[in-house]
């Protein structure tokens, strides 16, 4: 099992331009989430979804939107970035069981010039 | 409001024991877990906690909860380099799969 992967694990964006963030998992998980990490903030829920074609707003869900059209593929969408959205994204995936434990991926480092 | 905080920073020797400290608002919290960072890695579930519970330990480590207070701690028993990462606490609440983590302790370990 290759666990929750993302991709791209580094990308560099100048101010408007747009992008996908792919986030995969291969445990058959019903909820994935999107998070942000900013130094000194911990991690800042985005969107999430409890399963295959459904999406809600986290924390901070301005300037994202995302899709959850296959139940293993959850994707983050900037259509125009911008500066504040330099951060490193993290995608998790649960299943429904007790507990509720999140699996992250290894990352994308983002950088919006 | 959700508001989950720990202090920003922690050194220690390698062999001794580490304690790491969270506090929390809500009272809902059902679980509250202890994940950890290494450089450049996503987080690791360390361990979990259910609110109704006072204490767990897991080899090394051992968690305290205490509701009345809502505070969370994680001790790391013989604490060595590896242990050297981030830590955060976090906490979720009936109703909601998405957790609330708090900003994170780095943790350096002497040799």
């Known amino acids: 099992n290759a666990g929750v992967t993302q991709t791209p694990k580094f990308r560099v964006l100048k101010t408007g331009q747009s992008m996908t963030l792919l986030c995969a998992q291969d445990?058959?998980?019903?909820?994935m989430y999107w998070y942000r990490q900013d130094p000194g903030m911990g991690l800042r829920l985005i969107h999430y979804?409890?399963?295959?074609?459904?999406?809600a707003k986290g924390e901070v869900p301005d300037g994202y939107n995302v899709s959850r059209l296959k139940k293993q593929n959850f994707l983050l969408g900037l259509e125009s970035a911008a500066p504040s959205q330099t951060s490193v994204y993290f995608c998790?995936?649960?299943?429904?069981?007790?507990?509720?434990?999140?699996?992250f991926g290894p990352g994308t480092r983002l950088t919006v010039l | 409001g959700e508001d989950v905080e720990q202090s920003l920073f922690l050194s220690v020797r390698e062999g001794d024991s580490s304690v790491i400290n969270c506090t929390y608002t809500?009272?809902?919290?059902?679980?509250l877990y202890w994940y950890k960072q290494e450089p450049g890695a996503g987080l690791q579930l360390l361990t979990y906690?259910?609110?109704?519970?006072d204490m767990k330990q897991d080899q090394r480590l051992t968690v305290l909860l205490n509701k009345k207070d809502k505070h969370l701690s994680l001790r790391i028993a013989d604490t060595q380099t590896g242990d050297s990462a981030i830590y955060f606490c976090?906490?979720?609440?009936?109703?909601?799969?998405?957790?609330?983590f708090g900003s994170g302790t780095r943790l350096q370990v002497q040799p």
């Open positions: 998790a995936s649960s299943s429904q069981g007790v507990g509720n434990e999140q699996f």
């Open positions: 445990m058959n998980h019903e909820y």
């Open positions: 809500d009272s809902s919290s059902t679980y």
């Open positions: 906690i259910f609110s109704n519970m």
């Open positions: 976090a906490e979720s609440m009936t109703g909601r799969r998405a957790l609330t």
């Open positions: 979804s409890v399963g295959e074609g459904t999406t």
